[in-house]
Protein backbone atom coordinates (compact mmCIF):
# COMPACT_ATOMS: atom_id res chain seq x y z
CA UNK A 1 0.00 0.00 0.00
CA UNK A 2 1.34 3.69 -0.59
CA UNK A 3 1.46 5.20 2.41
CA UNK A 4 3.09 8.42 4.29
CA UNK A 5 4.30 8.52 7.89
CA UNK A 6 5.00 11.60 10.12
CA UNK A 7 5.39 10.35 13.20
CA UNK A 8 5.53 13.79 15.13
CA UNK A 9 2.43 15.68 14.96
CA UNK A 10 3.82 18.38 16.50
CA UNK A 11 7.82 19.51 17.37
CA UNK A 12 8.97 21.98 19.57
CA UNK A 13 12.55 23.22 19.49
CA UNK A 14 14.36 26.70 20.34
CA UNK A 15 15.95 29.33 18.33
CA UNK A 16 18.94 28.33 16.89
CA UNK A 17 18.68 24.54 17.27
CA UNK A 18 18.70 21.90 14.77
CA UNK A 19 15.34 20.61 13.70
CA UNK A 20 14.83 17.30 11.90
CA UNK A 21 11.07 16.48 10.63
CA UNK A 22 10.94 12.66 9.76
CA UNK A 23 8.96 11.44 6.81
CA UNK A 24 8.67 7.69 6.14
CA UNK A 25 7.02 6.17 3.07
CA UNK A 26 6.02 2.79 1.76
CA UNK A 27 5.44 2.73 -2.09
CA UNK A 28 6.82 0.15 -4.50
CA UNK A 29 8.12 1.84 -7.10
CA UNK A 30 10.18 4.75 -7.88
CA UNK A 31 9.02 7.63 -5.14
CA UNK A 32 9.18 10.97 -5.91
CA UNK A 33 8.86 12.63 -2.50
CA UNK A 34 7.96 16.34 -1.68
CA UNK A 35 8.15 18.56 1.11
CA UNK A 36 5.55 21.01 1.30
CA UNK A 37 5.06 23.78 4.08
CA UNK A 38 1.77 25.65 4.97
CA UNK A 39 2.52 29.16 7.15
CA UNK A 40 -0.05 30.43 9.41
CA UNK A 41 -2.61 31.83 7.19
CA UNK A 42 -1.41 30.87 3.68
CA UNK A 43 -1.23 28.38 0.71
CA UNK A 44 0.41 25.68 0.64
CA UNK A 45 3.79 26.05 -1.07
CA UNK A 46 6.92 23.79 -2.00
CA UNK A 47 9.31 23.51 0.06
CA UNK A 48 11.73 21.28 -1.41
CA UNK A 49 11.72 17.49 -4.42
CA UNK A 50 13.88 15.24 -3.66
CA UNK A 51 15.55 15.11 -7.05
CA UNK A 52 15.92 19.11 -7.09
CA UNK A 53 18.79 18.13 -4.23
CA UNK A 54 18.76 21.77 -3.49
CA UNK A 55 18.84 23.37 -0.26
CA UNK A 56 15.74 26.36 0.09
CA UNK A 57 15.70 28.67 3.29
CA UNK A 58 18.46 26.54 4.90
CA UNK A 59 16.12 23.05 4.80
CA UNK A 60 18.17 20.06 3.34
CA UNK A 61 16.26 16.53 2.58
CA UNK A 62 18.01 12.92 1.23
CA UNK A 63 15.77 10.33 0.05
CA UNK A 64 17.16 6.63 1.94
CA UNK A 65 15.95 3.81 -0.41
CA UNK A 66 17.12 1.30 2.33
CA UNK A 67 15.06 3.07 5.33
CA UNK A 68 12.44 4.39 3.24
CA UNK A 69 12.71 7.76 4.48
CA UNK A 70 13.22 11.27 3.70
CA UNK A 71 14.00 13.17 6.67
CA UNK A 72 13.98 17.14 6.63
CA UNK A 73 16.76 18.87 8.49
CA UNK A 74 17.96 22.48 9.08
CA UNK A 75 20.64 22.82 11.49
CA UNK A 76 19.47 26.30 12.96
CA UNK A 77 16.05 26.62 13.36
CA UNK A 78 14.40 30.45 12.82
CA UNK A 79 11.56 31.53 14.50
CA UNK A 80 9.88 32.11 11.04
CA UNK A 81 10.27 28.39 10.72
CA UNK A 82 7.50 27.94 12.48
CA UNK A 83 4.68 26.55 10.01
CA UNK A 84 2.79 23.09 9.24
CA UNK A 85 5.33 20.99 7.20
CA UNK A 86 3.59 18.20 4.85
CA UNK A 87 5.66 15.20 3.57
CA UNK A 88 4.37 13.59 -0.06
CA UNK A 89 4.88 11.06 -2.28
CA UNK A 90 4.03 11.46 -5.91
CA UNK A 91 2.25 8.29 -6.97
CA UNK A 92 1.05 6.66 -10.24
CA UNK A 93 1.07 8.06 -13.92
CA UNK A 94 -1.24 11.11 -12.90
CA UNK A 95 1.74 11.82 -9.96
CA UNK A 96 -1.40 12.38 -7.68
CA UNK A 97 0.14 13.30 -4.30
CA UNK A 98 -0.24 11.04 -1.26
CA UNK A 99 0.19 13.12 2.57
CA UNK A 100 1.43 12.61 5.87
CA UNK A 101 -0.76 13.97 8.34
CA UNK A 102 1.88 17.03 8.22
CA UNK A 103 3.92 18.24 11.58
CA UNK A 104 3.65 21.37 13.10
CA UNK A 105 6.59 22.43 13.89
CA UNK A 106 7.35 25.93 16.39
CA UNK A 107 10.46 27.18 16.94
CA UNK A 108 10.75 29.22 20.24
CA UNK A 109 12.69 32.25 21.01
CA UNK B 1 2.00 36.15 -11.92
CA UNK B 2 -1.05 35.37 -10.63
CA UNK B 3 -1.19 31.67 -8.52
CA UNK B 4 -3.99 29.15 -8.02
CA UNK B 5 -7.05 30.56 -7.19
CA UNK B 6 -10.32 29.49 -5.37
CA UNK B 7 -13.85 30.61 -4.82
CA UNK B 8 -15.53 30.58 -2.48
CA UNK B 9 -13.09 30.84 0.25
CA UNK B 10 -15.68 29.80 2.53
CA UNK B 11 -18.93 28.38 2.19
CA UNK B 12 -21.72 27.51 5.09
CA UNK B 13 -24.16 24.90 3.70
CA UNK B 14 -26.99 23.55 4.99
CA UNK B 15 -27.58 19.75 5.13
CA UNK B 16 -28.63 18.55 1.96
CA UNK B 17 -27.96 21.37 -0.40
CA UNK B 18 -25.67 21.61 -2.95
CA UNK B 19 -22.86 23.33 -3.43
CA UNK B 20 -20.02 24.23 -6.43
CA UNK B 21 -16.74 25.38 -5.76
CA UNK B 22 -14.54 26.59 -8.24
CA UNK B 23 -11.14 26.68 -9.27
CA UNK B 24 -8.47 29.05 -11.71
CA UNK B 25 -5.63 26.90 -12.23
CA UNK B 26 -1.97 28.83 -13.37
CA UNK B 27 -2.94 30.00 -17.22
CA UNK B 28 -1.22 26.59 -19.11
CA UNK B 29 -0.97 24.29 -16.85
CA UNK B 30 -2.16 21.46 -18.24
CA UNK B 31 -2.79 19.22 -14.66
CA UNK B 32 -5.44 20.00 -12.30
CA UNK B 33 -6.09 18.19 -8.84
CA UNK B 34 -8.39 18.48 -6.12
CA UNK B 35 -7.75 17.32 -2.86
CA UNK B 36 -10.17 17.29 0.49
CA UNK B 37 -8.19 18.04 3.76
CA UNK B 38 -10.37 17.55 7.27
CA UNK B 39 -9.11 18.63 9.77
CA UNK B 40 -6.30 17.83 11.89
CA UNK B 41 -5.36 16.00 8.34
CA UNK B 42 -3.11 15.65 5.18
CA UNK B 43 -4.55 16.07 2.35
CA UNK B 44 -6.24 13.34 0.38
CA UNK B 45 -6.69 12.88 -3.64
CA UNK B 46 -9.98 13.20 -4.85
CA UNK B 47 -9.71 13.90 -8.98
CA UNK B 48 -7.06 14.60 -11.38
CA UNK B 49 -7.56 16.28 -14.80
CA UNK B 50 -5.52 16.43 -18.02
CA UNK B 51 -6.46 19.15 -20.00
CA UNK B 52 -10.49 18.79 -19.59
CA UNK B 53 -9.81 14.83 -19.31
CA UNK B 54 -10.78 13.65 -16.19
CA UNK B 55 -8.43 10.76 -15.60
CA UNK B 56 -8.92 9.73 -12.48
CA UNK B 57 -11.72 9.86 -10.32
CA UNK B 58 -11.21 7.19 -7.81
CA UNK B 59 -10.84 9.35 -5.06
CA UNK B 60 -13.98 10.57 -5.04
CA UNK B 61 -15.81 9.48 -1.31
CA UNK B 62 -19.01 9.02 -2.93
CA UNK B 63 -21.53 9.90 -6.35
CA UNK B 64 -22.69 12.86 -4.30
CA UNK B 65 -19.14 14.46 -5.45
CA UNK B 66 -19.01 15.50 -9.49
CA UNK B 67 -16.08 17.52 -10.85
CA UNK B 68 -15.74 18.90 -14.70
CA UNK B 69 -13.22 20.90 -16.32
CA UNK B 70 -15.27 21.15 -19.65
CA UNK B 71 -12.61 23.79 -21.50
CA UNK B 72 -9.27 22.68 -20.20
CA UNK B 73 -9.25 25.48 -17.67
CA UNK B 74 -11.39 26.09 -14.75
CA UNK B 75 -12.38 23.52 -13.10
CA UNK B 76 -15.74 23.16 -10.49
CA UNK B 77 -16.42 20.38 -8.06
CA UNK B 78 -19.79 20.11 -7.00
CA UNK B 79 -21.35 18.41 -4.39
CA UNK B 80 -24.83 17.35 -4.00
CA UNK B 81 -26.94 17.06 -1.16
CA UNK B 82 -24.21 17.44 1.36
CA UNK B 83 -23.70 15.70 4.32
CA UNK B 84 -21.94 16.93 7.70
CA UNK B 85 -18.88 14.88 7.09
CA UNK B 86 -18.32 16.77 3.68
CA UNK B 87 -17.19 19.66 5.92
CA UNK B 88 -13.10 19.92 5.09
CA UNK B 89 -10.82 22.15 3.18
CA UNK B 90 -10.92 21.74 -0.68
CA UNK B 91 -8.10 22.55 -2.11
CA UNK B 92 -6.95 22.53 -5.86
CA UNK B 93 -3.71 22.19 -7.70
CA UNK B 94 -2.43 22.57 -10.91
CA UNK B 95 0.82 22.00 -12.75
CA UNK B 96 2.83 22.22 -15.74
CA UNK B 97 3.12 19.28 -15.15
CA UNK B 98 5.51 18.92 -12.59
CA UNK B 99 5.29 20.24 -9.08
CA UNK B 100 1.90 21.15 -7.83
CA UNK B 101 0.86 24.91 -7.22
CA UNK B 102 -1.50 25.20 -4.43
CA UNK B 103 -5.24 27.60 -4.36
CA UNK B 104 -6.07 28.93 -0.88
CA UNK B 105 -8.37 26.28 -0.20
CA UNK B 106 -12.11 26.11 0.10
CA UNK B 107 -13.23 25.97 3.73
CA UNK B 108 -16.51 24.42 3.55
CA UNK B 109 -18.89 23.82 6.62
CA UNK B 110 -22.08 22.08 6.31
CA UNK B 111 -24.24 22.52 9.35
Known amino acids: AQRVTQPEKLLSVFKGAPVELKCNYSYSGSPELFWYVQYSRQRLQLLLRHISRESIKGFTADLNKGETSFHLKKPFAQEEDSAMYYC???????????WGLGTSLAVNP | GAGVSQSPRYKVAKRGQDVALRCDPISGHVSLFWYQQALGQGPEFLTY????????KSGLPSDRFFAERPEGSVSTLKIQRTQQEDSAVYLC?????????FGPGTRLLVL
Open chain 2, 93 to 101: ASSPPGPQY
Open chain 2, 49 to 56: FQNEAQLD
Open chain 1, 88 to 98: ALSAGNNRKLI
